[in-house]
T-cell receptor, first 111, second 117 residues
Framework: AQRVTQPEKLLSVFKGAPVELKCNYSYSGSPELFWYVQYSRQRLQLLLR??SRESIKGFTADLNKGETSFHLKKPFAQEEDSAMYYC?????????????FGKGTKLSVIP | KAGVTQTPRYLIKTRGQQVTLSCSPISGHRSVSWYQQTPGQGLQFLFE???????NKGNFPGRFSGRQFSNSRSEMNVSTLELGDSALYLCASSLARTSGNSYNEQFFGPGTRLTVL
């Protein structure tokens, strides 16, 4: 069975400081991993996916299969980054979707 | 494009009752997934529908069921409500995914907040 662990419920950083949101996973197959974000009073939305290896809003995440991790990083936090962040793993059976989410980390950026 | 819509947005029921929640996907999206979000368990996958067929199901009791219509709109039903069913129920839609294809992003609705008294 797949599992996603986000060890920090809350992470507070000062504006301009580096941010790292941790995510570890367990999955027997080849994982597809994502970070979703939920800003206050907004819908859950995709931030980035490991396949695309892109940087969104200054955030990056590298899949480390050896350590089974997919940590989200940003070199300089901004106040607008304050939100709930969820790490998620996609497992597919017969082409269908099932996202397994971590319990989320609330990022608070202190001005 | 209009986003995923869910109705109603808020619902209050009592134990033992049943409830039906509705989800309208983004136009052209054929896959609809449902998730339950609670403070204790977080986001948990309920089921996914594609072309009116349930393709995948999470670990929930049979009281939780769903269906999808020919226009891709979906409903989920919870019978014999329990206090623990109080949660935010999220619906997500995406383009069809066929086996081996790359991921198609899931777009989430605002959710239906269900309170069971």
């Amino acid at each position: 069975a797949q599992r996603v662990t986000q060890p920090e419920k809350l992470l507070s950083v000062f504006k301009g400081a580096p941010v790292e949101l941790k995510c570890n996973y367990s999955y027997s197959g080849s994982p597809e991993l994502f970070w979703y974000v939920q800003y206050s009073r907004q819908r859950l939305q995709l931030l980035l996916r490991h396949i695309s290896r892109e940087s969104i809003k200054g955030f990056t995440a590298d899949l480390n299969k050896g350590e089974t991790s997919f940590h989200l990083k940003k070199p300089f936090a901004q106040e607008e980054d304050s939100a709930m962040y969820y790490c998620a793993l996609s497992s597919s059976g017969a082409g269908s979707y099932q996202l397994t989410f971590g319990k989320g980390t609330k990022l608070s950026v202190i001005p | 494009k209009a986003g995923v819509t869910q109705t109603p947005r808020y619902l209050i029921k009592t134990r033992g009752q049943q409830v039906t929640l509705s989800c309208s996907p983004i136009s052209g999206h054929r896959s609809v997934s449902w998730y339950q979000q609670t403070p204790g368990q977080g986001l948990q996958f309920l089921f996914e529908y594609f072309s009116e067929t349930q393709r995948n199901k999470g670990n929930f009791p049979g009281r939780f069921s769903g269906r999808q219509f020919s226009n891709s709109r979906s409903e989920m039903n919870v019978s014999t409500l329990e206090l623990g069913d109080s949660a935010l129920y999220l619906c997500a839609s995406s383009l069809a995914r066929t086996s081996g294809n790359s991921y198609n992003e899931q777009f989430f609705g605002p959710g239906t907040r269900l309170t069971v008294l």
